[in-house]
Nanobody, 116 residues
């Protein structure tokens, strides 16, 4: 079955960096776009970044452009989110996502807390 397992979250000071990873299994990873979402307490879940299959076209939320980079390794079946210059407003649970046959699949999420 489809499994998405995130890792790499933690506590970081403002201005710091983190790299999140999402290991995928149970489907042909290279054929599908992958996305990172986040949800902060009391807020709706929002799309942070997306990377297409094949050529790896990327899109980003305006709030993270220039600070976050999404990438994928189709040999390792893993998608990454490099986060630089983190701000307290980036504090949230980050989850990876893929859509296969109109079904959304989610990982369990990883907590990112940006605080001094």
């Amino acid at each position: 079955q489809v499994q998405l397992v995130e890792s790499g979250g933690g506590l970081v000071q403002p201005g710091g960096s983190l790299t999140l990873s999402c290991a995928a299994s149970g489907f042909t990873f290279r054929l599908y776009a992958m996305s990172w979402y986040r949800q902060a307490p009391g807020k709706e879940r929002e799309l942070v970044a997306r990377i297409s299959n094949s050529v790896g076209t990327t899109t980003y939320a305006d709030s993270v452009k220039g600070r976050f980079t999404i990438s994928r390794d189709d040999f390792k079946n893993t998608v990454y989110l490099q986060m630089n210059n983190l701000e307290p407003e980036d504090t949230a649970v980050y989850s990876c996502n893929t859509n296969i046959g109109r079904t959304n699949y989610w990982g369990q999420g990883t907590q990112v807390t940006v605080s001094s």
